[in-house]
């Protein structure tokens, strides 16, 4: 079964467009190499937040993952860079219809 993740980062002001760069990095790399991500995608929010959802083919590719040197190279380029550490959900809630509920 698939697994999704959403991970919520707040880039300090001053250093908004090095943490977008350092996503788009490791993005370019993760979707180049890691054939269990199947979804690796950044999205902005209106208030400045950044919205990352990841979908991985099972538990396993994310702990693959959470071991990667992709990852490493992240957190450490956002080191210092964010007003708030990452909030990463990986639970879903799902409800109504089983199709529409659920990444």
Sequence with gaps: MAVVIVATL???????DEVIAAIETVQAKV????????????????DGRLVF?????SM????????????AELV???DGKLAQPM?????PH???SADKGVL
Excluded at 10 to 16: K, S, W
């Design 10 to 16: 707040f880039p300090v002001p001053e250093h908004r």
């Design 31 to 46: 979707h180049a190499s890691d054939d269990d991500c199947l979804l690796y995608a950044l999205h902005e929010g209106r």
């Design 53 to 57: 959802v990841e979908k991985y083919t």
């Design 60 to 71: 396993d590719a994310v702990g693959a993952h959470s071991k990667s040197p992709e990852l």
């Design 76 to 78: 450490a380029a956002l």
């Design 87 to 91: 909030d990463v959900q990986l639970t």
């Design 94 to 96: 799902p409800a109504g």
